[in-house]
């Protein structure tokens, strides 16, 4: 059954796909000294990035898999209120109602999915579910939430009060039928891991943009656009404006140019490029990649100043980088 969750790989989709996907890329000359693997190694998106490297740092260092430190990550995030853009206390969409996307990816090439999923407060761990009991990727809106209940998850409103004054306070004075475009309305976390066998896995989870339509499904719970990870290679994960991450397949895009031979920060880059020219507003949003290779490698780019990031390793206590930008 596990065959089934596989994800599509490139060697599937052709040489000739290949060659029009990765045709702005060129390919770097090759170290001919092997370059000294990191490991482990956790990254994760924004400030609240820290606090989730910490709980996935516990379980790495102590020889735990990548997968379930990711896993273990993220739910920091979407059990915290204070973080308005990840879980409980997320900002509701602009009928009121708290809707989850999230997704999670191992170092198999296995992975599970849930959007449009309400009242329950981790769907990254209904996204392990989806990926380790259906022969799905992904599940959505009541689908997903039937599923969560029978896996025994909990329900529970996750509109907090802050949010929800929030909330009615914009209704009060937006009466605009498309909901606002900017560099503020993101904050995704997004979370990648290396553990001590190099094994490579990744979550991804949000509340999506702030007073969205109801039923809007950003890149977050989208293989391939928020989140991939290839064994092989190594990982990526986006925040920002998911719209425009869907329309470039952003994370599979940094994960080849690095099976190319960028390295990270440069793979970023170019991905980065490609969002510029599939987005003609793209001064006025924001998007961010954030990868991490096989041997330990950390890199990120983005479009507009203001993006971090957060890295964990042997050598760097759970610091804060500022991503570089186009702009």
Known sequence: ??????????????????GSILKACTTPEKSENPKKSVKPVVVSTWNHGQAANA?????????GSALDAAEAGVRVTEADPEVRTVGYGGYPDRDGFVTLDACIMNEKGDCGSVAFLQDIKHPVSVARKVMEETPHVMLVGKGALDFALAQGFKQENLLTPESEKDWLEWKAKNTET????????????????????GNLSGACTTSGASYKYHGRVGDSPIIGAGLYVDNEVGGATATGWGEAVIRAVGCFLVVEFMRQGHDPEEACRLAVERV???????KEIQVGFLAL????????YCINKGFNYAVQTPEISNELFDAKSKL
């Open 55 to 63: 709980a996935a740092w516990e379980i790495l260092s102590h020889g």
């Open 293 to 300: 290779n096989k041997q330990g490698e950390v890199g990120s």
């Open 178 to 197: 498309r909901p606002e475009i900017n560099i503020e309305n993101h904050d995704t976390i997004g979370l990648l891991t290396l553990d001590q066998k």
């Open 276 to 282: 510029v020219s599939k987005n003609p507003d793209w």
């Open 1 to 18: 059954m596990h065959s089934r969750r596989k994800f599509i790989r490139l060697s599937a989709l052709g040489a000739a796909f290949t």
